[in-house]
């Protein structure tokens, strides 16, 4: 049975700043959303997320199939079964990750094949029922793989090792299950700028930190990358979005030898990042003894579209 990929994503460096035309530093997880056909009617069951819509229920959900469906320019008489490897509403692209396997399990169920920039662009519009005007990074992600430098309005420029071997860049995430809203976060940005107390300046900073980034990865400098990691928390901190528990999260990581941990995703809880390089495991323990969910990961997987 074929089953359809979108992986999840995670930014490494750049949350908020690529909002306002800044680089973020971003990469493919592991892990992400594969969705399997069944006789219809049109409906999608994510066992994972307690999530079972038909697609003319009152849900977003439901409008994100009807997006696919229009796009594709017809409903077909299937349903979606789909296995959820990601934690829903962390900040690691969950909502992209279903949105890219949707519409390659819907095209593959029209006979309709697509390139990567037609699943960019109806993923796309399924991803909106979401987020409004989300930046379109995760969906790029979710679709095409790898480790890049995204700026919106100009999509995802691909990072390689300079030494032509596979670029991989090991983590340990933490998920913090704080309630949030991404709209409320990104206007709490807003409102600092409008402040004027050196939000611009953060933002700039963290858009220069995601271009070093991308060059401390092509060099595989994780250390290097660590330090950043820690600046750009302290900047996220100040413009707000950070909280005690998110703290918290990350100077556990750095207690049990990270070399630096920031909050990813839009703050105000869902997950923490960390690099420690060989020391991947003992972060995560050192997070779950404290009653996180936590796990070790690899970014920059490439998307094999079936498997």
């Known amino acids: 049975?074929?089953?359809?990929?979108?992986?999840?994503?995670?930014?490494?460096?750049?949350?908020?700043?690529?909002?306002?035309?800044?680089?973020?530093?971003?990469?493919?997880?592991?892990?992400?959303?594969?969705?399997?056909?069944?006789?219809?009617?049109?409906?999608?069951?994510v066992p994972a997320w307690h999530l079972d819509v038909g697609a003319d229920d009152d849900h977003p959900v439901a409008?994100?199939?009807?997006?696919?469906?229009?796009?594709?320019?017809?409903?077909?008489?299937?349903?979606?079964?789909?296995?959820?490897?990601?934690p829903a509403a962390a900040g690691l692209g969950s909502s992209a990750a279903m949105a890219v396997a949707v519409t390659r399990a819907l095209a593959a169920a029209l006979d309709r094949p697509l390139d990567d920039e037609q699943v960019i662009a109806i993923a796309s519009a399924a991803e909106r029922?979401?987020?409004?005007?989300?930046?379109?990074?995760?969906?790029?992600?979710?679709?095409?793989?790898?480790?890049?430098l995204y700026r919106r309005g100009a999509g995802l420029q691909a990072i390689h090792a300079d030494d032509g071997g596979a670029l991989r860049v090991p983590l340990a995430i933490a998920i913090d299950r704080t309630p949030r809203s991404t709209a409320a976060l990104v206007a709490?940005?807003?409102?600092a700028r409008a402040a004027g107390a050196g939000a611009?300046?953060?933002?700039?900073?963290?858009?220069?930190?995601?271009?070093?980034?991308?060059?401390?990865?092509?060099?595989?400098?994780?250390?290097?990358?660590?330090?950043l990691f820690d600046d750009a928390h302290a900047r996220l901190a100040r413009l707000g979005v950070s909280t005690p528990a998110l703290d918290r999260l990350c100077a556990i990581a750095r207690?049990?030898?990270?070399?630096?941990?920031?909050?990813?995703?839009a703050g105000g809880g869902g997950a923490v990042i960390a690099i420690?390089?060989?020391?991947?495991?003992?972060?995560?323990?050192?997070?779950?003894?404290?009653?996180?969910?936590?796990?070790?990961?690899?970014?920059?997987?490439?998307?094999?579209?079936?498997?």
């Open 188 to 191: 709490k940005v807003a409102a």
């Open 63 to 86: 409008a994100a199939l009807r997006a696919v469906a229009d796009a594709l320019g017809a409903r077909p008489d299937v349903s979606l079964d789909a296995v959820a490897a990601l």
């Open 200 to 227: 611009d300046d953060d933002l700039r900073a963290l858009g220069l930190a995601a271009e070093r980034g991308a060059r401390l990865c092509a060099r595989r400098d994780l250390a290097g990358l660590g330090a």
């Open 255 to 265: 207690d049990a030898g990270a070399t630096g941990a920031t909050l990813t995703g």
């Open 129 to 148: 029922c979401f987020h409004g005007n989300p930046s379109g990074v995760d969906v790029a992600l979710a679709t095409c793989g790898g480790l890049g």
């Open 1 to 45: 049975m074929s089953a359809w990929l979108g992986r999840g994503k995670v930014i490494l460096l750049g949350e908020h700043a690529v909002v306002y035309g800044h680089a973020a530093l971003a990469g493919a997880l592991d892990r992400g959303v594969t969705c399997t056909l069944a006789p219809g009617p049109l409906r999608l069951r």
């Open 276 to 307: 420690a390089p060989g020391r991947e495991d003992a972060i995560v323990a050192a997070w779950q003894a404290q009653g996180v969910t936590a796990f070790a990961c690899a970014v920059g997987h490439v998307v094999e579209e079936a498997r």
